[in-house]
């Protein structure tokens, strides 16, 4: 007692950081929309059901969403960039003494990954129906992981990226292995764990080396102690920080599935629960690569020589290594997951526009966004196809599950032809603007041997987007069937027939992939692959978003970070 | 480096004294094993029965409720100690990471965390398992509606029965 009132007569207050929570809303209600659920559901278990906890979800990414849109007025005004932190009310500027960014990129990723959630709360809520298996959650997981990619894309400060990375991870490991009587699901969960807590590893080993070349974790400090700084002899500690973006570039690009850091995706993504699968490929991804941005563009924006040729390398293997891979495949969700490192990799080439100091840099970012968005919503649209298709026991992935689907359901056939075509970048839709925009930004940039990789690689995924559409439209009989499974064994390299997963009850008919719930899919999980393949085609129609909000979002990133 | 010497020594006494009362107790103790001495025993009792293999799952729920607390002491004491210069910001935070520590706890009330006993979860859930449902009452005997057992019957249905046991 006596110590503490002789303590206090030197007692002085430590002023807590300003917080401008109106800015924070839109990270707010994620965060607090799960926890909120959680609390909820425990106190009154009526709430328990099924029907609740997706209609809270989907509330909850709806609100996230519309409070974007005062936070986008107030940050919109380019011609503030710059200005001191804290100071002012509108134009972008960092929060919570300079730990979390609010300007237009940030905005734009939060909006995507708001959509992410929104449309795999519509799949989860059919998914949980078909397996019988309730709780809340997954919803809460979902939600705890968005808010933490929220807090990854706007993160001023590599302490608050790698806090939001783990946030981000930890939800979506527990996510994976949700599904508790299917093995493969264990083994995905387990999986997943492993590597990601392998990059987490990766990823704060280099911020250490990052802080102990500048001297800060802030992404302006390291910006400021670059070699573009009056006064600081660059060379000085140039290996110390080459190392710590080597080994931040290996935490990202485990993140985001890159070649030679792949090999956990197809894995994972065959075992995960399919609705999670397609938050891990949509959400997960986007935050991993809005943090790599927001780092790479803005804090090592001086050491932009290099690491640019250490994002070609690794955007090249993934295109190319991912489209190939995925022609060696006969489950669909590995074909996807192969897809989607073939995405990561066009991704990656935006990136590496984006660092051009001229032209390209504008373009390139906004190619990233678009991007972004238009791959979060057709690669959620497609996984959601496959949970459909994926029948009770979510077994049902393999190639001659999808054949006759045109027959069996039209509409899903459709659909999911729609969403493929868009992946594969066929005019009119947005996967070809996505991979134009890429393809153009490098063009402009002078990286023309990228750009004609890119092409390349394009025509190969193709290939495997039109086996698939190939399969559910062509009403075969038994002998095309079987050369096609031939030839297919043939390009595998002998690979042995995907072992019989669930309740498989396959019969000798070509329509014996047909099962009730193809043919009645969940009301929710039809309306979501709907939504996405809307978007896509409206994106594909209105590529430029109606404005210039990309090209304000992009100029937010290459300019204030 | 001179700060850190007195963990040197430390380190050195320790390895020290563990090493050297191995030896000691190899040396003066005086060996004398029987069959009985090298048994394994429970509480000094000769075991009855091979050691339970698997466990409650309830135990690893209790040792998260522990992990739940324990991280909260680890960041409320610090808290506690810096209380003044910390100011109304510092209070705010921590009752905002009380509140969700709080949370958790809650969470694992709910689901039955803190049940202890056979299955109360699931009984409370569940109308169909429950102590009133037994075979009695739930499986109808077919085939015996309106008829009686004769007394030829029973005893040919023992003889059976005793038959069976004695094979």
């Known amino acids: 007692m006596i110590a503490l009132v002789a303590q206090d007569t030197q007692t002085v207050a430590l002023p807590g950081p300003p917080v401008v929570w109106s800015l924070l809303w839109p990270f707010l209600i994620l965060a607090v929309g799960g926890v909120l659920l959680v609390t909820v559901t425990s106190v009154v278990p009526v709430l328990r059901g099924r029907s609740f906890p997706a209609a809270f979800t989907c509330l909850t990414a709806l609100a996230s969403g519309l409070s974007l849109i005062p936070v986008w007025q107030r940050v919109d005004r380019l011609d503030l960039v710059g200005g001191t932190i804290g100071s002012g009310t509108e134009g972008p500027r960092s929060l919570v003494s300079g730990a979390y960014a609010v300007d237009g990129f940030t905005v734009f990723v939060t909006g995507v990954i708001c959509v992410s959630v929104f449309l795999t709360a519509l799949l989860l809520d059919g ?252 690669v959620t649209g497609t996984f959601g196809v496959a949970t459909i298709v994926g029948g009770r026991g979510d077994g049902r992935h393999d190639l001659d599950d999808y054949r006759g689907l045109s027959r069996s359901n039209p509409l899903l056939a459709g659909v999911m032809a729609i969403l493929l075509f868009s992946q594969a970048g066929v005019p009119f839709t947005s996967g070809f603007f996505a991979k134009f925009r890429v393809i153009g930004a490098l063009a402009s940039d002078g990286s023309y041997a990228l750009g004609g990789a890119a092409m390349l690689a394009a025509v190969i995924s193709a290939v495997l987007y039109l086996r698939i559409v190939v399969s559910m439209f062509l009403i075969d009989n038994g002998e095309a069937h079987e050369a096609d499974h031939e030839a297919v064994d043939a390009v595998a390299g002998g690979r042995a027939a995907p072992e019989a997963e669930g309740d498989t009850l396959v019969e000798a008919s070509p329509e014996a992939s047909v099962l009730t719930s193809v043919r009645a899919p969940a009301p929710t999980a039809l309306l979501a692959v709907c939504l996405a393949a809307a978007v896509t085609l409206v994106l594909g129609l209105l590529p430029d978003l109606g404005g210039g909000i990309l090209s304000d979002a992009a100029s937010a990133l290459l300019l204030a970070g | 480096m001179a700060q850190y010497l007195p963990v040197l020594a430390l380190l050195v006494l320790a390895g020290l004294f563990a090493g050297l009362s191995f030896v000691a107790s190899k040396i003066f103790a005086p060996r004398n094993p029987t069959a009985e001495k090298l048994a394994p025993y429970e509480c000094g009792i000769t075991p009855g029965r091979d050691l339970p293999e698997r466990f409650p799952v309830r135990f690893y729920l209790v040792a998260m409720l522990f992990v739940i607390f324990d991280i909260e002491i680890v960041f409320l004491y610090p808290w506690a100690v810096n209380y003044q210069e910390l100011g109304l910001f510092g209070l705010v935070s921590v009752l905002i990471f009380s509140a969700l520590v709080f949370e958790s706890f809650v969470y694992l009330i709910s689901k039955g965390a803190l049940d202890w006993g056979p299955l109360q979860v699931s009984r409370r859930q569940d109308p169909m398992r429950s102590a009133d449902r037994t075979t009695a009452s739930t499986v109808r005997r077919v085939g015996q509606d309106g008829r009686t057992v004769t007394v030829l019957d029973a005893g040919v249905a023992a003889e059976e029965a005793g038959s069976g046991v004695a094979a």
Do not use: C
């Open chain 1, 127 to 378: 998914y949980l129906r078909r397996e019988g298996l309730d709780g809340p959650e997954w919803y809460v997981l979902m939600l705890m992981s968005a808010s933490g990619g929220v807090l990854l894309a706007s993160a001023n400060d590599l302490i608050v990226s790698f806090l939001g990375l783990e946030i981000l991870s930890i939800a979506a490991y527990v996510m994976a292995a949700l599904h508790l009587r299917r093995a493969e699901s264990q083994e995905a969960g387990f999986k997943y764990f492993v590597l990601g807590a392998l990059a987490s590893a990766f990823f704060l080993y280099g911020i250490a080396l990052v802080y102990g070349a500048t001297g800060s974790t802030t992404l302006q400090g390291i910006f400021a102690a670059g070699p573009n700084a009056a006064g600081l002899d660059p060379r000085t500690d140039s290996s110390l920080i080459l190392a710590g973006m080597a080994l931040l570039l290996v935490g990202f690009a485990f993140k985001v599935s890159a070649v030679p850091f792949h090999f956990w995706a197809p894995d994972v993504y065959q075992g995960a629960p399919s609705p999670v699968v397609a938050f891990m490929a949509s959400g997960v991804k986007v935050a991993g690569f809005a943090g790599l941005a927001r780092i790479f563009l803005y804090a090592f924006q001086p050491y932009w020589a290099d690491w640019r040729p250490a994002i070609a390398a690794l955007a090249v293997l993934s295109t190319i290594v991912g489209g190939l891979l995925a022609l060696a495949q006969r489950n669909v969700k590995r074909m996807l997951a192969y897809s989607s490192i073939n995405h990561a990799g066009f991704m990656l080439l935006a990136i590496h526009a984006a660092a051009s100091p001229d032209d390209g840099g504008q373009r390139g970012a906004e190619a990233l966004l678009f991007y972004l968005l238009a791959y979060t919503v057709m």
